[in-house]
């Protein structure tokens, strides 16, 4: 990997202030608007006009506001009714290095993409020379430690579902002695009747989220109104630790939350010989509330999945890209042995997955479909990611990220009735109300007053900003969160 290693993780911060921190690397984005602007409520009246337009043809309820795209610059977020907005969540996580980067859009303009903007090919069957010359190069370049196969795909729910694939076709092969299958498995698989097959397991943890396709579904554990109604594979699930914050206080009670969350998937691989293909886990639970384990946690997680068989699979598709303060937010764990599978999609702009050399299928078309990705995401990616090696973006993350962690604890110290359980590993970070009432009040307040925030779990506010999220930009939030602490205290 091209990126440095990560410092100590999470609760190691001393820093006070702004002067007590080293100087971040990644320069100012020429232009980017120097503070908050709020002109009408927000949502304004064109964001509410364009709801009820947009509203009568698809959902429009989940819809924050409109987004003047072409104004938006940097780190903030112009919205159809003029106000200026410090965002904080990147579009779910999804933005690498901030909106109309001069460079990204200098890319664009000066003729690189043009490959890849006159028609969107069916990649397995004829890409370009072009996209071979990116999965081999920038691709490459950011491949997670012993993973070399990628596969793309368009979306996280997506990869999730080609990578438990894989791993099925794995031990389908291992349990047929290294072969392939035979004619009455193929005629079984017709009648959805296969023996074997129907009994494999992924074992995922609660509170996770992996998607919403069905197999992906199956996995997902984080709310109900995303499972409920739907089928699911009856595969089985164990406790995540949840770590509590600040660590030092509370290093006994989450040693004990980890052990027992390890005995768990111990008995489930136990009750289940032969039978569990993966067990899946994100690094930083996302969507589920910020749950955080330690490196220690999820190295005898992988241990245990190689003893059993099983592959080892990092979700990192809303971890990577960087923000965690390196590139894959697993690198920090030091495997000896790395993962079997790594999942991504959001910052990386499209979805896929890397994987070792005996997760890729013995036989053609068995991970495939139409699109198998997008040149146009991908070049772009590959202009990102020169930018953030250029500008050491990921550093920035570190740096910025400490800061942002350093002011939430100190929020949490100074308003304990409303704000608890800073954490966070680069600028991947939240902190939790005192209950989801008051994280909706405090949710609400931040968006009247300019900052684009979100919600994970039940009571948690989540920061997911780009990579180009500065100290001064903390400083702005920290304030904007300060005044609704004050308010609901
Ligand atoms: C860890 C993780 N896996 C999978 C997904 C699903 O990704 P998508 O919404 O692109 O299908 C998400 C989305 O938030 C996620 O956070």
New binding site residues.
């Given amino acids: 990997m091209w990126i440095e290693p990560c410092h100590g993780g999470v609760g190691s911060r001393t820093m006070r202030s702004m002067s007590d921190l080293p100087k971040t690397p990644a320069p100012a984005i020429p232009g980017e608007p120097e503070r908050i602007s709020v002109k009408t409520p927000i949502p304004g009246p064109r964001t509410e006009e364009l709801r009820r337009r947009h509203g009568a043809v698809q959902d429009a309820r989940t819809v924050h506001v409109y987004q003047d795209a072409k104004r938006s610059l940097g780190n903030y977020l112009v919205d159809v009714d003029g106000n200026v907005i410090l965002d904080v969540y990147g579009h ?1 996580a999804c933005v690498p290095i901030g909106y109309n980067h001069p460079d990204l859009l200098a890319a664009w303009k000066g003729g690189r993409f043009d490959w890849c903007a006159g028609y969107r090919p069916a990649l397995g069957i004829a890409p370009s020379p072009e996209w071979v010359d990116i999965v081999t190069g920038a691709m490459a370049r950011i491949a997670p430690k012993g993973l070399p196969r990628l596969v793309t795909v368009t ?3 997506e990869a ?1 579902e080609n990578a438990i694939k894989a791993a099925f076709v794995l031990l389908a092969r291992r349990r047929r002695g290294g072969k392939g299958p035979t004619d009455a498995d193929l005629a079984d698989s017709m009648r959805n009747d296969q023996a074997m097959a129907n009994g494999f397991k992924v074992i995922s943890f609660q509170g996770s ?4 396709t069905l197999g992906a579904l199956s996995l997902t554990r984080s709310k109900a109104i995303h499972k409920v109604d739907f089928p699911a594979f009856a595969w089985p699930t164990v406790p995540f630790p949840a770590n509590r914050f600040p660590l030092a206080e509370h290093a006994e009670s989450n040693r004990a939350t980890e052990a027992r969350s390890l005995e768990a998937a111990e008995a489930v691989f136990k009750a289940n010989p032969d039978n569990v293909a993966a067990i899946i886990v ?1 690094p930083i639970q ?2 589920g509330g910020d749950c955080h384990a330690s490196h220690d946690f999820f190295r005898s997680l992988r241990k245990m999945a190689r003893a059993h068989g099983a592959a080892f699979i990092a ?1 990192e ?2 971890t990577s890209g960087g923000s965690t303060g390196t590139f894959w937010a697993h690198e920090a764990w030091g495997l000896d042995d790395p993962p079997d599978i790594v999942t991504f ?1 959001k910052k990386l702009q499209i ?1 896929g997955y890397y994987c070792r050399e005996e997760l890729f299928p013995a036989e053609p078309l068995r991970i495939f479909n139409t699109f198998l990705g997008d040149p146009l995401r991908l070049a772009q990616l590959e202009v990102i990611v020169e930018i953030m090696e250029r500008d050491r973006l990921i550093e920035n993350a570190r740096i910025t990220g400490d800061f942002l962690v350093n002011s939430l604890e100190g929020l949490a110290a100074r308003y304990p009735g409303v704000l608890s359980n800073a954490r966070g590993r680069g600028t991947f970070a939240a902190v939790d109300a005192r209950d989801p009432a008051t994280q909706a009040k405090i949710l609400e307040h931040l968006r009247l007053a300019g900052v684009e925030g979100g919600g994970s779990g039940t009571r948690s506010l989540r920061f997911r900003p780009a990579n180009v999220f500065l100290p001064r930009h903390v400083a702005e939030a920290i304030g904007v969160l300060e005044d609704a602490c004050k308010k609901v205290a």
């Fill in positions: 779910i979306t996280g729910a999730v989220f992996h998607g919403r994100e996302g969507e979700d598709v809303q999609s979805g």
